[in-house]
């Protein structure tokens, strides 16, 4: 029964991630690139967000955090015996191997929630405006439309 509503609510945060995002990214506190950094992880936000290097370096620190992850967890699976006397003892490098992976996944997640406010404020600064031209000869319809921007 709870895996049911496991999945019921990331269903329900994917669903209010893309809500957000509707309302035009360029408006809103960047919430939903965060959120998608975060949970499912691989730079997904940041790639819906438009930053693609960001986006590509979350994906490699990722891929290499689990890399190292599961390659540690196997590496202690096989040292694991069902029959028979316990394998010999050797050196833990698995552990090394479950450790590292996990520092690097920690460390892209504070990436992942860090690199799209910093995207959405150097974009914001970095946004500009048309000037209205004091210009006689321009059209009224357009006059009044540039008054009404700024």
Request: proline residues 6%; positive net charge; charged residues 10%.
């Amino acid at each position: 029964m709870s895996r049911y509503k496991v999945v019921a609510f990331i269903c329900l945060l994917f669903v209010s991630v893309g809500v957000l995002g509707a309302f035009g990214q360029t408006s809103v506190w960047p919430l939903s690139s965060v959120v998608l950094n975060v949970v499912p992880g691989f730079g997904l936000g940041s790639f819906f967000q438009g930053d693609i290097l960001s986006g590509l370096i979350l994906l490699g620190a990722d891929a290499a955090g689990w890399g190292f992850l599961f390659a540690g967890l196997a590496a202690s699976l096989q040292n694991i015996t069902l029959f028979g006397p316990p394998a010999p003892s050797q050196p833990a490098t698995y552990s090394t191997l479950i450790y590292v992976g996990a520092v690097v996944l920690v460390l892209s997640k504070i990436a992942g929630i860090a690199l799209p406010i910093i995207y959405y404020q150097r974009k914001k600064s970095v946004s500009f405006e048309l000037e209205p031209s004091i210009d006689e000869n321009q059209n009224p319809l357009l006059r009044c439309c540039f008054r009404l921007q700024t």
